[in-house]
C-alpha cells in the first residue's frame, strides 16, 4: 500500500462526511474507526517513513606511534581489525554507516557518527573512541575500524555486534565483543577474549590464553609458556585445543553433553572419563582448564 497526506485526508473526509445518507454515513464511521489503525499502521510501513537508504563514508587517520606502548579502540555494530606491519606509524580506517528515508537523510546521519581520539604520551595510551547518536527511530548506525600498527603495541579491542581479529600483534591483548567471533593469527602475549555470542578462533598463539564465549565453538592453537594458563570455556559450543607434546601443565576439562578427548599428547591420567577429565603433560607447570555445557572437548598434539 502506498500512502500520502492525501490518502490520510480521504479517510477523514470519509469520516467526516455529510453527503451520504444517515445509516450509510454511521456504517462509514464504524468501518473507518475499524480500519484506521492498520491503515496508518501499512502507512508507516511502506510511506515516506521508511528508513531503509543506506550510506557510508570511510575516514582515514594517521598517528605517530613515538611513546605509544598501547592502543585501545571502542566501536559499536562494526568489524575491529588490526594488521601488524614494520611502519612506525599507525594509520586507521573508519567505515562509518546509517541508514536513512533517503539519501540525503541517510548521509547526515552518517555525519552525526563522530570519531573521537587522544594521543596521551605521558600514559603512551592511543584512544580511539566512535560516538553514536542517541536512539533515532528506525535509524541503524555502525562503525568499523581498521588498523595498520606496530607490532609491538597492547590493544585493547571493544565492539558490540561485530568481530574483532588481530593479525601478528607481539603484545597483549583485551578483546570484547558481543554477537560477534574474535580471531587472532600469529600473536604473542597475554590474550584476554571475551564474546557473548560468536567463535573464538586462535591460529598460532605463543603466551597464556583466557577465551570465553556463551554461544560459540572455540577452536585455538597454542603453545604455551612454563607456568603459563590457558583458561578456555563456552556454554554452547565444541572446543578444540593444539598445543605441542612439549607442553608442561596440569589439565582439567569437562563438558555436560559431550566427549572429552585426548589426541596423540603424551599425558599422565589422574581421571578419564566420557565428560571429564583430569591429568597432566609433562611436569605439569603451567595450568590449562576447558569446560562447555554443551559440546565436544579434544585436546590434540598440534605441533
Same mark, same amino acid.
Given at each position: 500500500?502506498?500512502?500520502?497526506?492525501?490518502?490520510?485526508?480521504?479517510?477523514?473526509?470519509?469520516?467526516?462526511? =455529510?453527503?451520504?445518507?444517515?445509516?450509510?454515513?454511521?456504517?462509514?464511521?464504524?468501518?473507518?474507526?475499524?480500519?484506521?489503525?492498520?491503515?496508518?499502521?501499512?502507512?508507516?510501513?511502506?510511506?515516506?517513513?521508511? #528508513?531503509?537508504?543506506?550510506?557510508?563514508?570511510?575516514?582515514?587517520? *594517521?598517528?605517530? =606511534?613515538?611513546?605509544?606502548?598501547?592502543?585501545?579502540?571502542?566501536?559499536?555494530?562494526?568489524?575491529?581489525?588490526?594488521?601488524?606491519?614494520?611502519?612506525? =606509524?599507525?594509520?586507521?580506517?573508519?567505515?562509518?554507516?546509517?541508514?536513512?528515508? *533517503?539519501?540525503?537523510?541517510?548521509?547526515?546521519?552518517?555525519?552525526?557518527?563522530?570519531?573521537?581520539?587522544?594521543? #596521551? $604520551?605521558?600514559?603512551?595510551?592511543?584512544? &580511539?573512541?566512535?560516538?553514536?547518536?542517541?536512539?533515532?527511530?528506525?535509524?541503524?548506525?555502525?562503525?568499523?575500524?581498521?588498523?595498520?600498527?606496530?607490532?609491538?603495541?597492547?590493544?585493547?579491542?571493544?565492539?558490540? #555486534?561485530?568481530?574483532?581479529?588481530?593479525?601478528?600483534?607481539?603484545?597483549?591483548?583485551?578483546?570484547?565483543?558481543?554477537?560477534?567471533?574474535?580471531? &587472532?593469527?600469529?600473536?604473542?602475549?597475554?590474550?584476554?577474549?571475551? $564474546?557473548?555470542?560468536?567463535?573464538?578462533?586462535?591460529?598460532?598463539?605463543?603466551?597464556?590464553?583466557?577465551?570465553? $564465549?556463551?554461544?560459540?565453538?572455540?577452536?585455538?592453537?597454542?603453545?604455551?609458556?612454563?607456568?603459563?594458563?590457558?583458561?578456555?570455556?563456552?556454554?554452547?559450543?565444541?572446543?578444540?585445543?593444539?598445543?605441542?607434546?612439549?607442553? =608442561?601443565?596440569?589439565?582439567?576439562?569437562?563438558?555436560?553433553?559431550?566427549?572429552?578427548?585426548?589426541?596423540?599428547?603424551?599425558?599422565?591420567?589422574?581421571?578419564?572419563?566420557?565428560?571429564?577429565?583430569?591429568?597432566?603433560?609433562?611436569?605439569?607447570?603451567? #595450568?590449562? *582448564?576447558?569446560?562447555?555445557?554443551?559440546?565436544?572437548?579434544?585436546?590434540?598434539?598440534?605441533?
Amino acid at each position: 500500500m502506498v500512502c500520502n497526506e492525501n490518502s490520510i485526508r480521504y479517510i477523514f473526509i470519509v469520516y467526516g462526511s =455529510s453527503e451520504l445518507p444517515r445509516k450509510e454515513t454511521i456504517m462509514s464511521k464504524y468501518l473507518v474507526i475499524i480500519l484506521l489503525p492498520f491503515l496508518l499502521y501499512a502507512c508507516e510501513i511502506t510511506g515516506p517513513w521508511d #528508513n531503509n537508504v543506506r550510506a557510508k563514508e570511510t575516514v582515514s587517520k *594517521d598517528f605517530s =606511534s613515538s611513546q605509544i606502548q598501547e592502543v585501545a579502540v571502542k566501536t559499536q555494530n562494526g568489524t575491529i581489525e588490526t594488521s601488524a606491519w614494520d611502519d612506525n =606509524s599507525i594509520h586507521v580506517t573508519f567505515e562509518k554507516r546509517a541508514t536513512g528515508h *533517503d539519501t540525503e537523510d541517510a548521509e547526515d546521519n552518517v555525519d552525526d557518527i563522530k570519531i573521537h581520539t587522544s594521543r #596521551n $604520551t605521558a600514559s603512551g595510551v592511543l584512544t &580511539i573512541d566512535v560516538e553514536f547518536p542517541k536512539y533515532k527511530n528506525g535509524i541503524n548506525y555502525g562503525c568499523s575500524v581498521y588498523l595498520s600498527l606496530p607490532a609491538s603495541l597492547v590493544l585493547e579491542l571493544e565492539s558490540s #555486534n561485530g568481530a574483532i581479529i588481530a593479525l601478528g600483534a607481539k603484545s597483549d591483548l583485551d578483546f570484547s565483543t558481543s554477537n560477534g567471533a574474535i580471531k &587472532i593469527q600469529d600473536t604473542e602475549g597475554y590474550a584476554r577474549l571475551r $564474546t557473548s555470542n560468536g567463535m573464538i578462533t586462535v591460529d598460532n598463539h605463543y603466551g597464556e590464553l583466557n577465551g570465553r $564465549t556463551s554461544n560459540g565453538a572455540i577452536d585455538a592453537d597454542i603453545v604455551l609458556p612454563r607456568q603459563g594458563e590457558c583458561i578456555l570455556k563456552t556454554s554452547n559450543g565444541a572446543i578444540i585445543l593444539s598445543i605441542p607434546d612439549t607442553t =608442561s601443565a596440569t589439565m582439567e576439562a569437562s563438558t555436560s553433553n559431550g566427549r572429552v578427548e585426548i589426541k596423540n599428547l603424551p599425558v599422565t591420567v589422574v581421571m578419564m572419563e566420557k565428560t571429564e577429565f583430569r591429568g597432566r603433560i609433562g611436569n605439569g607447570q603451567g #595450568n590449562i *582448564d576447558l569446560k562447555t555445557s554443551n559440546g565436544g572437548i579434544v585436546i590434540r598434539n598440534g605441533r
